[in-house]
């Protein structure tokens, strides 16, 4: 009997060649995402890290007129390099106030205060006094010179809405130290402010929502809601329905369950919890039960909703804010984590999606959603302490492998074949 022995090299190259091999190529690895535990196909993200500027409110605006969309956070805006995903230039266009950790800029809006045609930035911050806005100069190069609006202490957070339904973007601000929500109109020669309640309707948190459905937007705050009788002539109308502690931003109205009540969405800004708010009950008498969407990760201080794969319905769009009080929250050395989540209106049920876990990217106090690249799929950008990031969509990849291979943020450990000086390794087991 003769025994054949087959050198172990041999079948390694069999095996190699059968996994070139299309008709088994299967039996290996997909060449897409397979789907999740509800059994459907979520898109995935590619994070970029643009610098470590540790400002926290972020918008966009053409800087350059280049037809793309660059991004502002605190001193910097960051030229989008367009369809071909090289490098976020950082360039300085205007100076901001800085104490400790913290940047003076908790949020920021792109309004053309002036109505010159060239767009502006408002911002506010809590560690600063102050609502301000930054006027273009509409010249390159040239540092943007800063107006006041209005006072506005503590300010931890706003929202951008149209509330007197004038079509032109107002904004509306909440504060830390209960002073009263004011909001500002922003559709004549100068900007106008307005002020509502008192102390104790104000807090850490706002959102901008028809809870009655009259066509009406009302203001939402931590601790009731205000309906708009007639917003330009301040008149409103008080519903304490709730106490909701301290909100992330902004408080989102939607209909998670699909019976033609506005619900709420809101995270806890400071503490762990992510949850839902049913409206039910009459007109007269509404009823209003909190659900738990997600209590595993805290400071869910920024929310949005976008419809980030593309099938109609909105997202929720959230994460964890880094250091949001300097360290003395709860869960401030948790991993950042960036989420979105599928909602189910029929069983109201949130189905959770990473989008970025444990990296430097978090949620900061905004969160953006728009196609960046143009390629037809829309991607997030975020701001935080820990760095200006993109979270490009690869629903749509139009980049060569080259070109991603070059852009990757982590650090090598080594060098990839062909790169760097050979080594010699020593033979035998390891």
């Not at 010159?116 to 006094?129: C, E, F, Q, R, S």
């Not at 839902?276 to 805290?298: K, Y």
């Not at 979105?340 to 189905?351: E, P």
């Not at 650090?411 to 062909?418: I, K, L």
């Amino acid at each position: 009997m003769r025994l054949t022995i087959i050198p172990l090299f041999l079948l390694s190259l069999a095996a190699i060649a059968q996994a070139q091999d299309p008709s088994h190529a299967t039996e290996f690895r997909k060449p897409t995402p397979g789907p999740g535990p509800d059994g459907t196909l979520n898109p995935t993200f590619l994070v970029h890290r643009l610098g470590n500027d540790h400002a926290e409110g972020i918008t966009t605006l053409d800087m350059n007129n280049d037809g793309y969309p660059d991004l502002l956070s605190g001193a910097y805006w960051y030229e989008n390099p367009g369809p071909n995903a090289g490098e976020w230039k950082q360039h300085q266009y205007r100076t901001v106030g800085i104490h400790g950790e913290f940047v003076s800029d908790c949020g920021e809006w792109t309004i053309d205060v002036n109505h010159d045609g060239h767009p502006d930035v408002v911002t506010a911050g809590w560690i600063t006094n102050g609502l301000w806005w930054y006027e273009n100069p509409n010249k390159p190069g040239v540092m943007w010179q800063k107006h006041l609006i209005a006072d506005s202490y503590d300010t931890e957070g706003g929202v951008m809405a149209d509330i007197n339904g004038d079509g032109v973007p107002d904004i509306a601000l909440a504060h830390y130290n209960h002073s009263g929500v004011l909001w500002v109109d922003f559709s004549g020669a100068t900007p106008r402010v307005h002020h509502v309640g008192g102390k104790e309707q104000d807090g850490h948190g706002i959102g901008i929502a028809d809870i009655d459905g009259d066509g009406k937007p009302d203001i939402l705050t931590p601790y009731g809601w205000f309906r708009n009788i007639d917003a330009n002539n301040d008149k409103w109308e008080w519903h304490p329905d709730w106490r909701l502690g301290d909100t992330g931003f902004p408080i989102l109205g939607y209909d998670v369950n699909n019976d033609g009540k506005l619900d709420l969405i809101y995270g806890q800004g400071h503490s762990y919890g992510l949850y839902w708010l049913e409206q039910s009950g009459t007109p007269e008498h509404r009823i209003w039960t909190r659900h738990a969407i997600d209590e595993s990760f805290s400071q869910s201080h920024a929310l949005l909703l976008a419809d980030i794969d593309g099938d109609g319905q909105a997202e929720l769009i959230t994460g964890k804010r880094y250091r949001g009080h300097s360290g003395d929250d709860p869960g401030s050395y948790d991993p950042p984590v960036l989420y979105a989540y599928k909602i189910n209106r029929k069983d109201t049920t949130f189905t959770r999606i990473p989008l970025s876990v444990n990296s430097t990217a978090t949620a900061g106090t905004q969160i953006l959603a728009l196609d960046l690249d143009k390629d037809g799929d829309i991607d997030i950008a975020t701001a935080g302490k820990l760095g200006v990031h993109v979270l490009e969509n690869l629903t749509i990849n139009n980049v060569p492998k080259s070109m991603r291979e070059a852009q990757q943020p982590l650090e090598r450990q080594w060098p990839f074949p062909g790169e760097g000086e050979q080594v010699e390794q020593e033979d035998g087991p390891h």
